[in-house]
């Protein structure tokens, strides 16, 4: 009776075992789903959500860091000499991010435009303003540029040195910081305003390019109502859904989201695809490492080294690219030969660095990198760096250019540096806290389930041992005292014979 009551308390811990593993699978899967649903809900943009709050007025501090490129030897490199750069800065400027106009046409889509403000900020920047720097003259190089490819052909080199010396044009300028980066007048802006309205809209020179404050462009995307992988995504930007600027369909598709937002969900294996319209295209990015950030586990996702190769098979040169590393920009530019890289000539041709002087490219602080928390895909923060440069081409006929060596001529790159507040990374972090629970609790109960298994298993192999020990034993002590009577009856018998 003791063996048989074992045996029965072996068998309710092996099923209960076998109970608490079959809950755990299930459990395991009814948890990430209901997880998935739950955060679904509440990254879908709608209004009053606190999706919308997030995407119209991101809880972050954001910089745009401006690092210059000042020439040091003008007049030697117009005698055909490298050129010898300095760079200069950071000069930073505050961004404050707002969407204008939304409009939700129906429950999946909604339309907007984004503005982005900037305003200097002296206390965090490595100078002034009122700094002077000299630099490429971009609009005599854009025209000397059209003059060789013929756009303005009835103008003729003769005419396009007189023209330029009538204005008195420089093939570098010195201006102040402020000048360069939020305008300055320009005669031959004037001329390229008159002449080609439709392209250029203004009659300063900047590298915001007019951008600062202003309702320049419009998107309609999706709100992610009908699917968490389209969250963000975009349908159609400035009332194109394809863009006309490059020579293959697959160069021309508008991809992913405008990078302020990005659907849930993260694994290692995902891309990450934006649309940038600097850039003039969509672009992705890939897994580069787990981080942490404030105490939120991330996974760091970093612009993919070869996105500026083989740029040719992609359809995005006309004929031959300048080379890998670098992205011509001039078909949505007007036609002038601007370029984006990264900063340095960071994972580029080692032609462009050669060409140079002053230019020295760091992974750490040159890479494109953003932070995601992966469950949300909220970025905690990141660096968005890039360069633009200009090529600076020679042409026997034209003055200003007729002994320089031609070079691609980097004129600044930019960091735009995102953080999140303390309060949002805290509920980020509370988030991760509750899915890892959620996660665990799986976990914890096929631990106990297997570790009942194991010992009911364990016993019952025990208790089956010792049972057969235990028969063994009485059948020993059942056959000693038969052996003796049989023994007995032997001697008596054999004493009866006597």
Known sequence: MKYRKISCLNFVLLLSGLGLISTAVITYFFSESMVKKKIHENVIIQKNSSAFKFWTDPPATIYRKYYLFNVKNPQEIERGEKPQLDQLGPYVYSEKWEKHHVEFLGPNEVRFSPVVTLKFEPSLSAGL?????????????GMIEQTARSRFKELGPALVNSLLAFLGTKLFETKTVGELISGYEDPLMKLAKTFLPRVIKDDKFSLINGENGTEWQNYTMMTGYDSAENVAKII??????????????????INGTDGTFYPPFLTRNKKVYSFNPDMCRSYHLSYLKENNIAGVNTYDFHLTPDIFYDLEKEGFCEDTCLGNGVLNISSCYGGISGYISQPHFLNADPKFLTDLKGLSPDQSIHDFVIHFEPTTSVPLGGNIRLQISFYLLQHDKINLVKNVKPVLFPIVWFDEALALDADTRNQLKTVAFYVKIVTVIPILIATIGGFLITFSIFKIFKNLIENKKERFSTQ????????ETSNLISANETRSYN
């Open 129 to 141: 303003e009122t700094d002077k720097i000299t630099f490429l003259n971009i609009p005599a190089i």
């Open 236 to 253: 159609s930007w400035n009332g194109v859904e394809k863009l006309n600027f490059w020579y293959s369909d697959n160069a021309n598709l």
């Open 476 to 483: 020993n002590e059942f056959d000693g005292p038969i052996n």
